[in-house]
């Protein structure tokens, strides 16, 4: 079953502008990753953020974490066309195994 | 160095065969996850693998799906007596260790005619 419940479902923007997308989660988690994926290719991992942290960079990257309304939020700024991808956030939960449960993921478009 | 790769890339198959899907990991990767991804399921966790343990196989689907993965390198996912249903892309992952980032193959896309 799906833990994380993504919105919005598709998004469409100029390059240019940022992008935001938002990952909720009903489960303690021990970290929150946010995958990329192109059309006919693996997932490409982004960025991970443990339940300890609130917010990390990377690049045009910025994650926020809020545990206490289990959601994440993923920040893009300065959009280009090369960012046109889904987009999944994955909850690492406490047990050992390390499994991601993933939610269904935002479609963005960046148009040039 | 190279990332995890899958093969074959696509898999067409008539209901009822069997068939086998395969991922070499990241050199050097203890942990190895098996995920399906399809239109209505999204992206669901099937097996996990981490060195000598016993594998968490909670997310297997059903009993024709297996998997084994021999002297802790490649990785091998038997489904049989396939079913339309099992249509999807089946992507294999390699980490370093349990929480932590994970490398996605390109998965094998499987169609059952």
């Known amino acids: 079953s799906q833990q994380g419940e993504e919105d919005p479902q598709a998004l469409s923007i100029q390059e240019g502008e940022n992008a935001t997308m938002n990952c909720s989660y009903k489960t303690s988690i021990n970290n929150l990753q946010w995958y990329r994926q192109n059309s006919g290719r693996g997932l490409v991992h982004l960025i991970l953020?443990?339940?300890?942290?609130r917010e990390k960079h990377s690049g045009r990257l910025r994650v926020t974490l809020d545990t206490s309304k289990k959601s994440s939020s993923l920040l893009i700024t300065a959009s280009r066309a090369a960012d046109t991808a889904s987009y999944f956030c994955a909850t690492g939960l406490s047990s050992n195994t390390g499994k991601l449960i993933f939610g269904q993921g935002t479609t963005l478009q960046v148009k040039p | 160095g190279a990332g995890v790769s899958q093969s074959p890339s696509n898999k067409v198959t008539e209901k009822g065969k069997d068939v086998e899907l395969r991922c070499d990991p990241i050199?050097?990767?203890?942990?190895l996850y098996w995920y399906r991804q399809s239109l209505g399921q999204g992206l669901e966790f099937l097996i996990y693998?981490?060195?000598?343990?016993?594998?968490?196989k909670s997310g297997l689907p059903s009993d024709r799906f297996s998997a084994e993965r021999t002297g802790g390198s490649v990785s091998t996912l038997t489904i049989q007596r396939t079913q339309q249903e099992d249509s999807a892309v089946y992507l294999c992952?390699?980490?370093?260790?349990?929480?932590?980032?994970?490398?996605f193959g390109d998965g094998t896309r499987l169609s059952i005619l």
């Open positions: 992952a390699s980490t370093t260790g349990t929480h932590q980032p994970q490398h």
């Open positions: 953020i443990r339940s300890n942290e």
């Open positions: 050199s050097g990767h203890t942990a």
């Open positions: 693998f981490q060195g000598n343990s016993a594998p968490d």
